[in-house]
C-alpha cells in the first residue's frame, strides 16, 4: 500500500489524498474520520484508473475539516490501515494583512481610494502596520487627519499595554520522545476574555481538533500548552500571543537513538505453509527494508510486507514457502541489521497406495505398483534388500504420482520381498512400502507310475512312468543320485511318456530308481532274478562239527551261500526264529549268513536253523551249539570236627553241573577279617569232605569250596561259619541283672551283666516285641558286645517287653527276660518353665492391639496348662493354643479392661508351678473434668478440674495446659506435665480475654479437650504495681542489680506454630525491660506479644515462620547494673530431615516402649 501523505491548507482552498492498494483478491478501500465524525458529503472518493490510484477529495476546506483521516484497505487475509492528518488553517486573508501590504504593488495614481466606515476601524488597521507606513496608508483610505490619528493610537496603545503584565514568560524545553511536556506562564490580564493564541512555529494550533495532542489550562494566573505523546515532529518554536504580546520559547526533542527492540528468530515450517518474521524498532523509519540472502525484497504476491499502525513493527509473511525459499532473511535500515534463518521442511511423501503382495504361476508375469502423494520424487526398487537395475526380466515404470515394477517370466528365484524407496530432494528420509512375490511351481502328477522289475541276467528290461503335463520336464535317479552316464541304458520322452530302457540286464543295473518331477514322484527297483543255494560240502561240515564256546564267550555260525537278489534270512532255535536283541546279531552278506551271540549262556545250547528265500527260490542249513559253563555253587561247608590242630568240613556237590561233569573240588580257607583265601589242596578233591590241618592253636578261620569241570572253577561257595582252631568250648549260660537304666519318648536304654556261668560270651543277642503283639525281634543285626543298649525309634508312651541271651563260639544261652514291660516315656519329673524363652514379668499394650503370651515349659508327664487373670480362669475372647512344651495366649484386640495380673498354671502327677504376667492394656486417656476459672493472684488465672481417672492410675500420665486469645484461633501451650489438678497461668496481656483448656496426656496419646464455657479477661484497671506496695525498710538497703532467676531456654517449633518464651528476674528498683532479636531491639515491635509483670516476662511470637529463627534476648537493667539471658529459637519445617531426627529422637527418650 503506498500511503498517503499529510496535507495542511487553507480554509476554503481544497485537500486531496492519494494511495495506491494491491492485494489478492482485490481489496475493498474506504475512508474514515478518527474522530467518528462522517465526512461530509460534498467530499468526493473514487478510483483514478489512469494513475491506478484511490482518491478522497475534500473541497472547500472549513476548520471543521480538520482532523486525522484513515484510509481502510481489507480483503479475506487482512486488514491494512493507514492514518494521514489534515490540518486546516485561517484564511491568509484575515491572518496576515501585514505580508499582504507587503506584497501589494505601489498604487497607481488614478486608484480609487479604499473607504473606510469609521475611525475605530482605521485605528485597528493602523495598530497592525509598521510606522514608518503610517501617513501612506491613512493617504489611501481617505483620512487627512494624520497626526490626530496618531495621538488617538498611542493612546490606544498604552491602554493595552497596561491590561496585559507578564509576571513570568514562556521558557525553553528539552525532553525525550513519547514523553509530556508543558509550556507555561504567568501574567495579569485586565480583560479575562482576551483572545489567546497559541502558534508553532507560524501555524495556529487547532486545540479542538489536535485530539488530545494539545490542551491548554489555565490555574489562575498560570497559563498552560500541554503537548502528550511527543514525537521528533513537535519539535520547534512555539509562541502565545496575547493582544499585542508576544511570548516564544522553543521545544527541544532529543532523538533516541535507532535499535532494533529485540532480537530476528529462525523460522522453521513445513513445505507450502506461511513462514512469518518480525522486527520492531525503538522509532519509525522510511528506510526500512526486507532482503533475502542479500537481495532487497518488494511486495508481491509471494511477499506480503506490512508496518503496524505505529510503525515500529515490521512484518514480512513468506506464502507457499519452498525449499528454494531456505536461506539467509534481513531486516535492514540504515547500518543496523538482524539476521534470521528459515528452514523448509519438505511434506513427507505418502503413499496413497501401498504395493500389495503378489502370488503368480512360474513362468508368468508379475506387476507391483503403488501411488504416491507427490510425482517429483526418487524411485528405487530392491529385491531382499538387494538394489534391483533396470534388464529384460524387470520393467520400471513412473509415470506422475504411480510407479510399477513388471517381472516378466517369473521364476521360482523371483519370489522374496520387494521394496520401492522414494526420495525427493532436500529430504534424507527414505520412505518405503513392501511386498511379498510368491512364484508357485508348475506341478504335474503322474497318470501311471513305474513297478519294480526282476530279469533274469541278460534279459531286456524297461521303466515306463505317463504325466498329465507334456510341458514338464523330469529327471531319472538312481540310488538316489541322477543318472548322467550309465552304461547300457537310455533315458526316452515321448510328449509326456517317459522311459528308462535296460537293453541287457546286469548285475551293474540292479537297484532304486526315481523318476522325479515338479509336483511328481514315481520310484521302482530293479532285480536281478537268481535262487539262493548252499554248497553241499558246507552242509555236511556243520552237521558233523557241533559250535560248541563257553559261557559269557561269544559264538559265531557263518553259513556261505550264493543268491540274487540278496535272500531274506532267518535264523531259527529250536523250532522258533531268532530276533535280534542286545547280545544277538544278525548281519546278511552278498555270499554268506553270519549269526553272532555274545555272551553266551547255558540257555543258548541246541538246534540253529539257518532259512535263505527270494521270490526265485529257498536254501536251509542246520547246526548244534553246545554253550559250556562252570559248574554252579557248591552247598555252604559245615563243620563237623574242631581241633586245635585241625578241621574236618564237609558240603553237597551242586546241582548246575554246567554242562559237563563236575571234575572234582577245591577247598580254600582264610583267617577271620583277611581278604586272602589260601588253597588247601592243589589237585581237586573227588570226595565231598576234607580234613584241613597245619592250622595255629586258637585262631578264628572260614572255608569254602568251589566246584570244577571242563569249563574251569565255579564261583567259591558261601563261606563257613567261622571257627576258632582249639579245643571245643562250653555255651554261655543266663545274663544277670537285666534292668531300665533310661527312657524318653522314642527311645529306652537297658543294661546287664555277664553270666556267671559257662564260658565267657562274644556278644548278646537283645530281642523285643510290642504289647500288642507276640513275635520277638532283634533289636541289631549283629550280637551287641557291651553290657548296655539304647532302642530308639519306639512309639511314644507304647508298651515294650525285652529279653537277652549271651552267644559264644560254642551256642546261644538261655534267653533272660524283663520281669515287666517298660513304656517309651521319660522319667517323671514336676513341670518347670523355660525362662530362656525370655519370658516377660511386665506388658504394657496399647489398645485395639494385639496381646501375645507365649510360654515354654517342660514336664513329664506333660503338664495341664491353665491360664488365670486376676485369679479367676480366662474365657471369652482369647485364643489359647497348646502344645507337649508349650502354650500362647492370644486376644486378637485388647480392651483397657484387659488388664490384670495373668498366672499361667502347670499341673501334672508330680507337682505343679505357674508364673506372673502383670499386664496393662493402655488407651488414650479419658478427659479431666469439672474445669473451674478463678484469680489468687492479680494478672493471672487460677484452674482447677476434677482428675482423669487414667492420669491417678497411670505416673507417667500428665495434664496439658492451653490457652487461646478469643480474638484469634490458635491454641497456645502454656504448660506441660502437669501432673496434679490445679495450675496458675501467668503472661496474659491485660484487656485481652482467653479461653483455657485441659487435655491429659500419656504415652499413646491425648484425651479430648476440656474447654473453659466462658472467657476470662484480663481488666487493665486490675494492673496494679506490686511493688509500691512494699514498704521500705529504713534500716536496710534492699536495691540490688538485676539477675535472672529463670532463664530463657532454647525452642524448636513447627513452622505454623506459635512460640511463647518465658523468664523470671529480681531487681530493685524494678528494672526496665529490653527484647532483642541478634542486635535488633523489638520491644515496640507490633508482631510480637510482649508482657512483663511481677518480675514474670513472657515473649510470644505468633504463627512462626522460617525468618523467626535466631537468638533472642532479654535486657533487664536498672541504676545499679543490669543482665542479660538469651536464647535460640529452631523454626523447622516439615521437610527438615535433620531437624525432624532431633526432635523425634528427642521425644522418644521421654516416650516409654510400647508393645
Known sequence: MEKPHPVTASEGDKAVFRAQVKGNPKPNISWKRESGIPIKESAKMFYDSINKEHVLKLEPLTLDDSDNYKCIASNDHADAIYTVSLLVTESQDKLDFKKMLKKRAPPAPKKKQKKVTDEKEMLEILSKVPKKDFEKVCIEYGFTDFRGLLKKLKGMKKVEVEAIRILKPLEDIETKVDTTVCFECIMELKDANMKMTWVKGNEPLRIQYSLGKYDVKQMGTKYMLVITNVTMNDAGIYSLSVGDKRMTAELKVLDEPLKFLGEMKPVKVTERQTAVFEIRLSKKVPD??????????????????????????????????????????????????????????????????????????????????????????????????????????????????????????????????????????????????????????????????????????????????????????????????????????????????????????????????????????????????????????????????????????????????????????????????????????????????????????????????????????????????????????????????????????????????????????????????????????????????????????????????????????????????????????????????????????????????????????????????????????????????????????????????????????????????????????????????????????????????????????????????????????????????????????????????????????????????????????????????NLQLFEEVPNTVTLTWNHSPDVQEDGEAHYVILKRDASTATWFTAAERVFSNKYTVTGLLPGRKYYFRVLARNEIGDSDPLDSKDTWLVNKDKIEDLSSKLKPYQKKDWRHAPRFLTPLKPHTVLRGQDCTMTCAFLGNPRPTVTLYKGEVNITANSKFWYNSTSGVCTLVIPTCTLKDSGEYSVLVENELGKDRSSCTLTVYDKDDKSILASVTESLQKKSKYLM
Not at 460 to 484: F, M, Q, R, S, Y
Open 288 to 929: 526500512f527494508v526486507w532482503k533475502f540472502n542479500g537481495k532487497e525484497l518488494k511486495r508481491d504476491e509471494k511477499y506480503e510486507i506490512t508496518v503496524s499502525e505505529d510503525g515500529l513493527t515490521h512484518t514480512l509473511k513468506i506464502k507457499d514457502a519452498r525449499l528454494s525459499d531456505s536461506g539467509e532473511f534481513s531486516a535492514e535500515v540504515g547500518d543496523l541489521v538482524q539476521k534470521a534463518q528459515l528452514t523448509i521442511d519438505r511434506i513427507p511423501i505418502k503413499f496413497v497406495s501401498t504395493l500389495k503382495n503378489v502370488r503368480v504361476k512360474e513362468k508368468s508375469r508379475a506387476c507391483l505398483e503403488c501411488e504416491l502423494t507427490s510425482k517429483d520424487v526418487t524411485l528405487r526398487w530392491k529385491k531382499n534388500g538387494q538394489l534391483l537395475e533396470r534388464s529384460t526380466k524387470y520393467s520400471m515404470n513412473h509415470e506422475g504420482k504411480r510407479a510399477e515394477l513388471i517381472i516378466d517370466d517369473a521364476q521360482l528365484s523371483d519370489g522374496g520381498e520387494y521394496t520401492v524407496v522414494a526420495m525427493q530432494d532436500g529430504d534424507p528420509t527414505e520412505y518405503f512400502s513392501t511386498a511379498m512375490v510368491t512364484v508357485e511351481e508348475r506341478l504335474a502328477t503322474v497318470k501311471s507310475g513305474m513297478s519294480d522289475v526282476h530279469a533274469a541276467t541278460g534279459s531286456p528290461a524297461e521303466l515306463c512312468v505317463v504325466l498329465n503335463d507334456e510341458k514338464v520336464e523330469g529327471v531319472w535317479l538312481k540310488d538316489g543320485k541322477e543318472i548322467t552316464d550309465l552304461p547300457g541304458v537310455q533315458i526316452v520322452k515321448q510328449g509326456a511318456v517317459h522311459k528308462l530302457i535296460f537293453p541287457n540286464m546286469g548285475p551293474e543295473h540292479e537297484g532304486k530308481y526315481t523318476f522325479r518331477a515338479k509336483g511328481a514322484e514315481s520310484e521302482a527297483s530293479v532285480f536281478v532274478a537268481d535262487p539262493p543255494t548252499i554248497d553241499p560240502s558246507v552242509l555236511e561240515a556243520l552237521a558233523a562239527h557241533p559250535v560248541t564256546v563257553k559261557v559269557g564267550h561269544t559264538a559265531n555260525i557263518k553259513v556261505p551261500f550264493r543268491a540274487k537278489p540278496l535272500p531274506k534270512v532267518t535264523w531259527y532255535k529250536d523250532g522258533v526264529e531268532v530276533t535280534e536283541e542286545e547280545r544277538v546279531s544278525m548281519e546278511r552278506r552278498e555270499d554268506q549268513a553270519l549269526l553272532t551271540i555274545s555272551n553266551c549262556v547255558r540257555e543258548d545250547s541246541g538246534l540253529v536253523l539257518l532259512k535263505l528265500k527270494n521270490d526265485h527260490g529257498s536254501a536251509t542249513a542246520t547246526v548244534h551249539l553246545n554253550v559250556l559253563e562252570p559248574p554252579g555253587l557248591a552247598s555252604q561247608p559245615q563243620v563237623t570236627d574242631v581241633t586245635k590242630e585241625a578241621v574236618t568240613i564237609t558240603w553237597n556237590a551242586p546241582t548246575q553241573d554246567g554242562g559237563a561233569p563236575v571234575l572234582g573240588y577245591i577247598v580254600e580257607r582264610r583267617k577271620k577279617g583277611s581278604n586272602l583265601w589260601v588253597p588247601v589242596n592243589k589237585d581237586p578233591i573227588q570226595d565231598t569232605k576234607c580234613t584241613v590241618d597245619g592250622l595255629l592253636e586258637d585262631t578264628e578261620y572260614e572255608f569254602r569250596v568251589i566246584a570244577v569241570n571242563k569249563a574251569g572253577p565255579g564261583h567259591p561257595s558261601m563261606p563257613s561259619n567261622s571257627v576258632v582252631a582249639k579245643d571245643p568250648v562250653k555255651p554261655p549260660g543266663l545274663v544277670q541283672g537285666l534292668h531300665v537304666s533310661d527312657s524318653s519318648n522314642s527311645s529306652i536304654s537297658l543294661a546287664w551283666r555277664e553270666p556267671a556261668e559257662g564260658d565267657p560270651p562274644s556278644g548278646y543277642i537283645l530281642e523285643m516285641r510290642a504289647e500288642d503283639t507276640k513275635e520277638w525281634s532283634k533289636c541289631t543285626k549283629i550280637p551287641i558286645s557291651g553290657t548296655c543298649y539304647t532302642v530308639g525309634g519306639l512309639t511314644e508312651r507304647q508298651k515294650y517287653f525285652f529279653r537277652i541271651r549271651a552267644v559264644n563260639e560254642a551256642g546261644v544261652g538261655e534267653p533272660v527276660e524283663l520281669d515287666d514291660g517298660v513304656r517309651a516315656m521319660p522319667p517323671p519329673a514336676a513341670p518347670k518353665f523355660d525362662l530362656s524363652a525370655r519370658l516377660k514379668s511386665h506388658m504394657v499394650v496399647r489398645a485395639g492391639t494385639a496381646l501375645c503370651i507365649h510360654a515354654a515349659f517342660s514336664g513329664s508327664p506333660p503338664p495341664n496348662v491353665i491360664w488365670q487373670r486376676d485369679g479367676i480362669p480366662t474365657k471369652g475372647r482369647e485364643a489359647i493354643t497348646k502344645g507337649k512344651n508349650y502354650s500362647q495366649f492370644l486376644i486378637n484386640s485388647t480392651k483397657r479392661s484387659d488388664s490384670g495380673v495373668y498366672r499361667i498354671l502347670l499341673q501334672n502327677e508330680f507337682g505343679e508351678a505357674h508364673y506372673d504376667i502383670h499386664v496393662r492394656v493402655a488407651d488414650i486417656p479419658r478427659p479431666p473434668t
